[in-house]
């Protein structure tokens, strides 16, 4: 059983457009939900992260919502550009393990 | 800025050789991690380790063997390779503590024939 699943697997949205990706876990342990973002050829880097007392966290033009009762996170991508074309991953970790159990992505491209 | 680091970068080996996979970082993280990454699938952990000489079983631990001799580097090996070992591994490292910035090397690309 998958425990963390991501939607859709890919995206295609216009410059200036709003990005959202969404993810469901299953761990109701997970406390902590990180977003990682891959470009090719490249190692996932850290996008934003939120953990489970929260609802909202915001950085820039990308937001992160949490509904621990739905087992539910989103990603907004507001005013996207090109360069924000990449694989996101959601992933999920209870913060006392510190293991993260990641979806298998969402591959983004932003058209100009 | 942290830096992790993987060599080789490319590899290919052939099936039932031995294959090792190196990884160092330079950020002092207690935490290290390898994982593998496969077309239209996320990264499952392999092995991890919370500190030098410590190696823990991740998720899909069968086929392969890790190795902390330090706090810099973290091993990955496979004794016997096979084909459906061909995948990208990464080495990530992080902070003790959970809510932790894993911090990811560029991987290595590997292919078994």
């Known amino acids: 059983q998958q425990q963390v699943r991501q939607s859709p697997q890919s995206l295609t949205v216009w410059e200036g457009g709003t990005t959202v990706l969404t993810c469901s876990y299953e761990?109701?342990?997970?406390?902590?939900f990180p977003w990682y973002q891959q470009f090719p050829g490249e190692g996932p880097a850290l996008l934003i992260s939120?953990?489970?007392?929260?609802d909202k966290k915001e950085d820039g033009r990308f937001t992160t919502f949490f509904n621990k009762r739905e087992k539910k996170l989103s990603l907004h991508i507001i005013d996207s550009q090109p360069g924000d074309s990449a694989t996101y991953f959601c992933?999920?970790?209870?913060?006392?393990?510190?293991?993260?159990?990641f979806g298998d992505g969402t591959v983004l491209t932003v058209k100009p | 800025e942290a830096a992790v680091t993987q060599s080789p970068r490319n590899k290919v080996a052939v099936t039932g050789g031995k294959v090792t996979l190196s990884c160092n970082q330079t950020?002092?993280?207690?935490?290290m991690y390898w994982y593998r990454q496969d077309t239209g699938h996320g990264l499952r952990l392999i092995h991890y380790?919370?500190?030098?000489?410590?190696?823990e079983k991740g998720d899909i631990p069968d086929g392969y063997k890790a190795s902390r001799p330090s706090q810099e580097n973290f091993s990955l090996i496979l004794e016997l390779a096979t084909p459906s070992q061909t995948s990208v591994y990464f080495c990530?490292?992080?902070?003790?503590?959970?809510?932790?910035?894993?911090?990811f090397g560029p991987g290595t690309r590997l292919l078994v024939l």
């Open positions: 950020n002092n993280h207690n935490n």
């Open positions: 380790s919370y500190g030098a000489g410590s190696t």
């Open positions: 992933a999920g970790s209870n913060t006392n393990t510190g293991k993260l159990t």
């Open positions: 990530a490292s992080g902070e003790t503590g959970g809510q932790d910035t894993q911090y």
């Open positions: 939120i953990l489970s007392v929260s």
């Open positions: 761990d109701s342990t997970f406390n902590y």
